[in-house]
């Protein structure tokens, strides 16, 4: 069974406070179905000043994306640049006289190959 959403894609929210904010997805977790998503659902984290090998204390407050539900993005379609949503087709490969099918993700709006 394929992922309809894998790290890397461009995906655009469609629910929630970052509705209509679009980013690249930086991590999959495939058992929580939650994706980290380049510059969306970004907060505050507090962390203590600890020393590092040099003797620098590092700490303070950094922002860093949290994970977001995949049911509230969408994939964005390479040619109309609108969410879509994804689908399955099987297709042929012939490769050094060897056919083999294969599962292709597409764009449901455009029929466009992920």
Do not use: C, W
């Given at each position: 069974?394929g992922?309809?959403i894998?790290?890397?894609?461009?995906?655009?929210?469609?629910?929630?406070?970052?509705?209509?904010?679009?980013?690249?997805?930086?991590?999959?977790?495939?058992?929580?179905?939650?994706?980290?998503?380049?510059?969306?659902?970004?907060?505050?984290?507090?962390?203590?000043?600890?020393?590092?090998?040099?003797?620098?204390?590092?700490?303070?407050?950094?922002?860093?994306?949290?994970?977001?539900?995949?049911?509230?993005?969408?994939?964005?379609?390479?040619e109309?640049?609108?969410?879509?949503?994804?689908?399955?087709?099987?297709?042929?490969?012939?490769k050094?006289?060897?056919?083999?099918?294969?599962?292709?993700?597409?764009?449901?709006?455009s029929?466009?190959?992920?």
């Amino acid at each position: 069974m394929g992922a309809k959403i894998k790290k890397g894609d461009l995906v655009q929210v469609i629910a929630g406070s970052d509705r209509n904010k679009q980013g690249k997805v930086l991590k999959v977790f495939p058992a929580a179905q939650r994706v980290i998503v380049e510059g969306v659902n970004r907060v505050t984290k507090h962390t203590k000043a600890g020393q590092t090998e040099r003797g620098t204390q590092t700490g303070g407050i950094e922002v860093v994306e949290a994970p977001i539900h995949v049911s509230n993005v969408a994939i964005v379609d390479p040619e109309t640049k609108k969410p879509t949503r994804v689908g399955f087709r099987e297709e042929t490969v012939e490769k050094n006289g060897v056919s083999k099918t294969v599962r292709v993700r597409y764009a449901k709006s455009s029929g466009k190959a992920l």
